[in-house]
């Protein structure tokens, strides 16, 4: 995957072994486009050619590899192992940027990591947590990001990648300070 990309990974891959819970925080190299619509029409009629269903914002839909990532009427995320541009019809294609140099997806694992995402999150993520998958963009105290889960012990999350080394090293210290509490 990094070749496609041409960049190295932004993070250390990262465990915690605690009071009998690890915690894995590890890079996942994705390519990540970003659609811009001018209505929730558009991106409605886009949902449609591509996916097997509509999205409400809020949504995740995951197709094989393809990750696609309603945040607001307006704008969704792809992200994939794949550049996945060409798929598109060609009246999508001009709504879509790719945003894989400048942004990291991290995979965080184990017992209670949503439960800090709850505690530090600028977003209520229990109205999010409904049935199946789920997905927000908020700020985690400094950091804007994209988050979504399926469960409770694992959370996958965009960050721009300047910053994805000290997020988690951030979110460390927030892990340590919990299982000391």
């Known amino acids: 995957m990094a070749e496609f990309l041409n960049v190295e990974k932004a993070v250390k891959d990262t465990s915690f072994d605690q009071d009998g819970r690890t915690i894995l925080i590890d890079e996942n190299q994705k390519f990540v486009v970003q659609g811009q619509f001018r209505s929730p029409q558009k991106l409605d009629e886009f949902c449609q050619s591509i996916l097997p269903k509509t999205m409400e914002v809020g949504g995740v839909v995951i197709l094989d590899d393809t990750a696609y990532l309603r945040f607001s009427p307006y704008a969704i995320y792809v992200v994939s192992d794949r550049m996945m541009l060409d798929d598109f019809a060609k009246e999508y294609q001009n709504n879509f940027t790719d945003l894989s140099h400048g942004k990291c997806m991290?995979?965080?694992?184990?017992n209670g990591v949503f439960d800090i995402f709850l505690?530090?999150?600028?977003?209520?993520?229990?109205?999010?947590?409904g049935?199946?998958?789920?997905?927000?963009?908020?700020?985690?105290?400094d950091y804007e990001v994209v988050l979504w889960w399926a469960?409770?012990?694992?959370?996958?999350?965009l960050i721009d990648r300047s910053y994805a080394q000290s997020f988690v090293d951030f979110l460390s210290s927030l892990i340590v300070r919990q299982n000391l509490n």
């Open 106 to 110: 991290l995979i965080i694992r184990g």
């Open 119 to 129: 505690d530090y999150s600028a977003a209520d993520l229990m109205n999010y947590s």
């Open 131 to 141: 049935a199946g998958q789920s997905m927000v963009k908020t700020r985690f105290i």
């Open 151 to 157: 469960a409770n012990d694992q959370i996958q999350l």
